[in-house]
């Protein structure tokens, strides 16, 4: 079972920088990839990033490529979000999610297979 809790978000003036964490307390982290989304208020959930379960192949949306760094340390069940020159076009609600349907192509940047989901973490960004 994998069990995702989110945090590290907050309010951050543009240009800024912050590190999300997602830290699962279940026992199958470190055999799936993870992926973050976040989701705007009044807009559809979006993807960001996707890591292989190994840590060693990333994939990343147009809009935080260069900007955003996902990596994980599965000793610690962690997967991190590290990003830097925020804008505010970045705010919103980041969840991350793991992608325990193994059939779908790993580092698909979408929500298919990703069936484990944390409750999210608000990054608000100002101008």
């Known amino acids: 079972q994998v069990q995702l809790v989110e945090s590290g978000g907050g309010l951050v003036q543009a240009g800024g920088s912050l590190r999300l964490s997602c830290v699962d307390s279940g026992r199958a982290f470190s055999f799936y990839p993870i992926g973050w989304f976040r989701q705007a208020p009044g807009k559809e959930r979006e993807f960001v990033a996707v890591?292989?379960?190994?840590?060693?192949?990333?994939f990343y949306a147009d809009s935080v490529k260069g900007r955003f760094t996902i990596s994980r340390d599965n000793a610690k069940n962690t997967v991190y979000l590290q990003m830097n020159s925020l804008k505010p076009e970045d705010t919103a609600v980041y969840y991350c999610?793991?992608?325990?349907?193994?059939?779908?192509?790993?580092?698909?940047?979408?929500?298919?297979?990703?069936?484990?989901w944390g409750k999210g973490t608000l990054v608000t960004v100002s101008s």
């Open positions: 999610a793991a992608r325990s349907d193994l059939r779908v192509p790993l580092l698909l940047p979408a929500d298919t297979g990703m069936h484990y």
């Open positions: 890591i292989r379960s190994s840590g060693g192949s990333t």
